[in-house]
């Protein structure tokens, strides 16, 4: 897997835009979000599942945000 967390750019329309200043959040279902920036000012989101949510935070690409 890759260590940087990617999302689509609602604003752009850009696919696969790496992700910066990334917070992991659980959901009220369980589940898990990546909130952050691409750089430019735009926010994103992402919903990750938990292997992929707990590595990120891992590697230091995330903070944890629970």
């Known amino acids: ?20 200043d990334a917070v992991i959040t659980k959901t009220a279902r369980g589940g898990y979000m990546a909130q952050g920036n691409d750089g430019k000012g735009n926010k994103m989101t992402t919903m990750l599942g938990e292997a992929r949510a707990l590595e990120a935070v891992k590697d230091g690409v995330a903070k944890k945000g629970w």
């Open 1 to 20: 897997m890759s260590k940087m967390l990617t999302a689509y750019c609602m604003k752009t329309k850009e696919k696969d835009v790496p992700m910066q």
